[in-house]
């Protein structure tokens, strides 16, 4: 079995032009428990992404007919984070290096087989996952900030208006939130909305 749990196993893109290749491989892995789905260029790949799929890995063949595996796998990195091992028949230098430059989990070179690329998908699969969850720590991050500054600016707003310490303030608004069972954070910044609509006011009327 694959390391995610047999009742929620890892979902697989295969994209590749060569059709026995796609359907040996998907075949193999779908035995080794991964989910899989296929595509035959980067075109109907990028029209099933569109339609909402959203695998865990993806496993694109370098050399494809249209747009070549390098160009999905650069949509994949800047649009939909969706982590990608390449595969290929060739392993010069400048290739590897523009797929690592992408961001690729992985790099490998056919023939292959299931036994020999599953601790490759294994390890890849698990960057994944730690890459996913460094990103959702710094969106948290980024949203706590986010929300600090703008109790911040309620609470100097106010200071002002009332004429109260930072505490007091601070204790006003935090009053007033859990009275209206809402956070502080969405409170805060429709104290800033309404402020900056007072301001603007003011100036229109000053015109």
């Not at 991964?34 to 890995?57: H, I």
């Amino acid at each position: 079995m694959t390391s995610e749990s047999a009742a929620n196993p890892a979902h697989l893109l295969l994209v590749d032009d060569d059709r026995l290749i796609l359907a040996t491989l998907s075949r193999g892995l779908q035995d080794v428990g991964y989910r899989v789905s296929c595509a035959e260029s980067a075109e109907e790949a990028q029209e099933m992404l569109t339609s909402g799929l959203r695998p865990d890995l993806a496993l694109l063949d370098v050399r494809l007919p249209g747009a070549d595996g390098l160009s999905l796998a650069q949509r994949l990195c800047e649009l939909d984070h969706i982590p990608f091992v390449m595969l290929s028949a060739y392993s010069d230098e400048a290739t590897v290096q523009r797929a690592a430059n992408l961001g690729a989990l992985g790099y490998l070179v056919k023939p292959l087989d299931t036994a020999s690329i599953r601790p490759t998908l294994e390890a890849a699969l698990q960057r994944a996952r730690e890459q996913a969850q460094l990103r959702l720590n710094r969106d948290q991050l980024q949203t706590a900030l986010h929300n600090d500054r703008d109790i911040n600016v309620a609470i100097g707003i106010t200071m002002v208006q009332y004429r109260l310490t930072r505490q007091a303030a601070f204790d006003m608004l935090r009053a007033a939130a859990r009275s209206q069972r809402r956070k502080l954070a969405v409170l805060a910044q429709e104290v800033i909305q309404t402020s900056e609509c007072v301001l603007h006011g003011s100036k229109d009327e000053g015109v």
